[in-house]
């Protein structure tokens, strides 16, 4: 089975910085490009990043663009998303998602809280 | 491209049809998925390619429309069906998501 763990959540200051890290099983990783999408609490999903398959190409949104950085490490099967400079609106629930049949979300991590508080 | 969902709320009794409107801001050909959210869970995929059910979805979802204007519709609501319910474009950069339809029970 498909499984996407995400790890690293935790409460930083504002300012901070934090990596969320993706583990991904039940499938061959390195065939697949990969996102992160946020849901701030009590609120809507919100896209943040992607990245290829081989990691050549990447996207961020407005939001984050020079303060977060995706990556991956295709011999560990992880995708991650190192966060600087966080902000009060940055606090969210990061899903870790994989991109399936023409380009749709398939498969979903369970979230990791983000939460940015002095 | 911005996406807007309508109602922002439904109120459904059990057994009833639901169908929920998802538009968007120009034309994402068919490339339109929509997911479901439960309380404390991970959206899960259920439509994709504006009408493709994803694997393991109930033939009482389906999904239609191309360009800008999509449909969900679920023929007979469950008790598990409550839930609030996200279309997203994969056309364009950057990828977006409608703001929801939540739907309840009457």
């Known amino acids: 089975d498909v499984q996407l763990v995400e790890s690293g959540e935790g409460l930083v200051q504002p300012g901070g910085s934090l990596r969320l890290s993706c583990a991904a099983s039940?499938?061959?990783?390195?065939?697949?490009?990969m996102h992160w999408v946020r849901q701030a609490p009590g609120k809507g999903l919100e896209y943040v990043s992607a990245?290829?398959?081989?990691?050549?190409?990447?996207y961020y949104a407005d939001s984050v663009k020079g303060r977060f950085t995706i990556s991956r490490d295709n011999s560990k099967n992880t995708l991650y998303l190192q966060m600087g400079s966080l902000r009060a609106e940055d606090m969210a629930v990061y899903y870790c998602?994989?991109?399936?049949?023409?380009?749709?979300?398939?498969?979903w991590g369970q979230g990791a809280l983000v939460t940015v508080s002095s | 491209i911005v996406m807007t969902q309508s109602p922002a709320t439904l109120s459904v009794s059990p057994g009833e049809r639901a169908s929920l409107s998802c538009r968007a801001s120009?034309?994402?050909?068919?490339?339109l998925a929509w997911y479901q959210q439960k309380p404390g869970q991970a959206p899960r995929l259920l439509i994709y390619?504006?009408?493709t059910r994803a694997t393991g979805v109930a033939a009482r979802f389906s999904g239609s429309g191309s360009g800008t204007e999509f449909t969900l519709t679920i023929s007979s609501l469950q008790s598990e069906d409550f839930a609030v319910y996200y279309c997203?474009?994969?056309?364009?950069?950057?990828?977006?998501f409608g703001q929801g339809t939540k739907v309840e029970i009457k």
């Open positions: 998602v994989r991109v399936g049949v023409g380009g749709c979300f398939d498969y």
């Open positions: 039940g499938f061959t990783f390195s065939n697949f490009a």
């Open positions: 990245i290829t398959s081989n990691g050549d190409s990447t």
């Open positions: 120009q034309s994402v050909s068919s490339k």
């Open positions: 390619g504006a009408s």
């Open positions: 997203q474009q994969y056309n364009h950069w950057p990828r977006t």
